[in-house]
C-alpha cells in the first residue's frame, strides 16, 4: 500500500480539489477502512458548496462502508478483510451522556466528514467501536446506507 491516497478535499466552501494526500495513521484503538461505497448526504450538498465544515481543508463523506485493511493492536473482533458500515458520530465517551449510553447526547462529538476527515477518499481511519461488521454478501453500497437507514427508521418509529 502507497503511503498516499486519492480524495475530494475540501479547502473553502465550492472549492473541492481531488488531491494526493497521506493515508492516515491507526492508533492502537482504529482499523484503517479501504472505502468500497460512499453516498452524498443532503447535508454534504450546502456543506461543500456554501457553508463549509468545522475547519479547511477537510475531506467530506459520512455515508459509508469499506473493507479493513489494517487493525490496531489493541482492536479485537475486527479482522482484515471484514465489510464494515461506520455510523458517522464518533461519541466521546467521557461527557455524561455517553457514559448513561446516550452517544447521540454527546457533548464532544466528532463526525466523519464535518468535524474530522471523511470518505470521499481512498481510506478512512476509524475507531473500533464505529466498525459494524456486515454479514457475508452484503453489497458495499447497502451497508454504506445503513445509517440514513437508520435514522429513517428511527423517524417512523417516533
Do not use: W
Amino acid at each position: 500500500m502507497s503511503d498516499t491516497m486519492t480524495a475530494a478535499v475540501m479547502h473553502a466552501p465550492g472549492d473541492i480539489r481531488v488531491e494526493q494526500i497521506p493515508v492516515p495513521e491507526i492508533g492502537p484503538g482504529d482499523v484503517l477502512v479501504k472505502v468500497a461505497a460512499c453516498g452524498v448526504c443532503g447535508s454534504d450538498i450546502p456543506r461543500m458548496n456554501f457553508s463549509g465544515a468545522y475547519y479547511h481543508p477537510i475531506v467530506c463523506g459520512h455515508e459509508f462502508s469499506g473493507h479493513i485493511v489494517e487493525v490496531g493492536a489493541e482492536v479485537t473482533g475486527l479482522e482484515v478483510g471484514q465489510l464494515v458500515t461506520v455510523p458517522p458520530l464518533i461519541p466521546c465517551e467521557d461527557c455524561d451522556s455517553c457514559r448513561d449510553g446516550q452517544f447521540s447526547l454527546c457533548e464532544n462529538y466528532g463526525y466523519f466528514g464535518s468535524r474530522q476527515d471523511g470518505a470521499y477518499a481512498q481510506y478512512v481511519s476509524v475507531n473500533a467501536g464505529n466498525a459494524f461488521v456486515m454479514p457475508e454478501g452484503v453489497d458495499p453500497r447497502a451497508a454504506a446506507m445503513m445509517d440514513p437507514s437508520a435514522i429513517a427508521l428511527h423517524a417512523i418509529y417516533r
